[in-house]
């Protein structure tokens, strides 16, 4: 790796100060992602803010406004902390379960929420679950709806040196999550959130398969009116060594009924 500057601050907004005066700098949450793609060469940040142990980031609490409970989780729970968090699994068990899912302990031991959804990766557990219990992404600067944060792969709606301080996810009637993963890595190969939001108003979001995760609209119809769910029809589902687009499809119609099963079966993950 070539030189760079290392910053441990101690505040979110001595944090958001260095990343303002340096447009080559870069947050650093667990590294995951990012050392690698520095020893790669793929990244050449100057200086690395390392957000790692600011306590602001690390809040998990549970908001209710008026009769919508919902989970605020600072961007910087990693994700065994996300799977383990007793409290949040009670009203978010699907959420917990797909923590607990991602990679294996190494990653989820420092692998980040915030570091997970701002780098977008299209075969990533988390956008999946933002985008069907329409979370909202709070950053330093506004809130953002997980429909409008993906942008597309590896992009997101975040401006350059905007910090996301944490997520917020409405607490739906039920969800569940199941995912094929990469047996290498655990990335999904196809990985699907269905959830309930309010009776009969259910949501459907798949990763793994495309660009990055979507909304699938044809199949929450479906599920809302008692139909059988129709085969999922993209024109830009993702190829590569690993599966092709059809089977990838395939595996994404296999994933949901897996999710519906877990939730009759009160399961919830
Ligand atoms: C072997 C392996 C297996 C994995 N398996 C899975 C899997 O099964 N499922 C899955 O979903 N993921 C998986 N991941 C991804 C992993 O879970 C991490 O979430 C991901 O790599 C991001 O890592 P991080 O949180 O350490 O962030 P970093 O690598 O530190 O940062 C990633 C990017 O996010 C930016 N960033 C970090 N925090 C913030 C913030 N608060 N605000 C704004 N920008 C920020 C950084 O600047 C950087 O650009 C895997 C990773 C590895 C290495």
């Not at 031991?109 to 679950?129: E, F, I, Q, T």
Request: proline share 5%.
């Amino acid at each position: 790796m070539y030189a760079f500057r290392y910053q441990r601050p101690a505040s979110v907004e001595a944090a958001i100060e260095l990343a303002r005066a340096d447009e080559d700098a870069k947050y650093l949450a667990g590294g995951m992602t990012l050392i690698p793609a520095m020893k790669h060469r793929l990244a050449a940040p100057s200086q690395l803010i390392d957000l790692a142990r600011l306590a602001q980031l690390k809040q998990c609490e549970r908001i209710i406004t008026g009769d919508q409970k919902a989970w605020r989780i600072g961007a910087g729970l990693r994700h065994v902390e996300v799977a383990t968090h007793a409290d949040m699994a009670k009203d978010l068990p699907a959420l917990a379960a797909l923590a607990g899912g991602i990679g294996d302990p190494q990653v989820r031991a420092r692998g980040s929420l915030g570091g997970s959804v701002a780098n977008n990766d299209p075969a990533a557990d988390y956008p999946s679950a933002l985008l069907a219990l329409n979370a909202v992404v709070m950053t330093d600067q506004r809130r953002i709806a997980a429909n409008a944060f993906f942008t597309g792969m590896f992009t997101t709606a975040l401006e350059a040196q905007e910090m996301i301080l944490a997520v917020e996810f409405p607490v739906p009637l039920r969800a569940a999550y199941a995912k094929f993963p990469h047996p290498a890595t655990g990335y999904a190969m196809a990985g699907v959130f269905v959830a309930e939001l309010t009776a009969g108003h259910w949501q459907v979001a798949v990763t793994g398969v495309a660009a990055g995760a979507f909304r699938w609209h044809q199949a929450e119809t479906a599920i809302a009116t008692g139909q059988a769910v129709p085969a999922l029809d993209r024109d830009d589902l993702m190829e590569d060594m690993h599966a092709p687009g059809a089977y990838r499809a395939h595996l994404a119609s296999v994933m949901l009924a897996k999710a519906r099963s877990q939730l009759s079966d009160g399961v919830g993950m």
